[in-house]
């Protein structure tokens, strides 16, 4: 006779309804909480971003998605808010090979098209964006 304890697990979940209810409701209440979670981190993200790129949201797609792959990687929210601290986060990521960055940009582009973005962010912040 052979037992799959696998089986008998499940067998005993379905005869409890309210282990099965609790589980579920867990997993949706995760799921939510994931998500808020997720925005709030997104939001930092852009918020620190734009103190070096006041003019974030006229940046193309392919720089916003760029810039955004850095901030992942580097957990940006999480770092501190001053200027230097963000160019820290965003260059080690350029340096990082595992970075997540768009397919339009490799791992060898990406710290020469991040200071080539620095350098166009001082040269409108000096003119007036």
Same mark, same amino acid.
Request: glycine share 4%; hydrophobic share 45%; proline share 4%.
């Given at each position: 006779?052979?037992? %799959?304890?696998? =089986?008998? +697990? $499940?067998?005993? #979940?379905? !005869?409890?309804?309210?282990? @099965?209810?609790?589980?579920?409701?867990?997993?949706?209440?995760?799921?939510?909480?994931?998500?808020?979670?997720?925005? %709030?981190?997104? =939001?930092? +993200? $852009?918020?620190? #971003?734009? !103190?070096?790129?006041?003019? @974030?949201?006229?940046?193309?797609?392919?720089?916003?998605?760029?810039?955004?792959?850095?901030?992942?990687?580097?957990?940006?929210?999480?770092?501190?808010?001053?200027?230097?601290?963000?160019?820290?986060?965003?260059?080690?990521?350029?340096?990082?090979?595992?970075?997540?960055?768009?397919?339009?940009?490799?791992?060898?582009?990406?710290?020469?098209?991040?200071?080539?973005?620095?350098?166009?962010?001082?040269?409108?912040?000096?003119?007036?964006?």
């Amino acid at each position: 006779m052979t037992v %799959h304890p696998g =089986r008998t +697990d $499940i067998k005993v #979940l379905l !005869k409890r309804p309210t282990i @099965l209810l609790a589980v579920a409701l867990l997993f949706v209440f995760s799921l939510i909480g994931a998500n808020i979670a997720g925005r %709030h981190a997104a =939001r930092a +993200d $852009i918020e620190r #971003l734009e !103190k070096v790129w006041p003019f @974030l949201d006229r940046l193309n797609e392919a720089d916003r998605a760029f810039l955004a792959g850095l901030a992942m990687t580097c957990k940006l929210h999480r770092q501190g808010e001053t200027q230097s601290e963000i160019l820290t986060c965003l260059r080690t990521a350029a340096a990082d090979p595992n970075a997540i960055l768009p397919n339009t940009v490799s791992q060898t582009d990406a710290h020469v098209k991040l200071e080539r973005m620095l350098n166009y962010a001082q040269l409108s912040s000096r003119s007036g964006s």
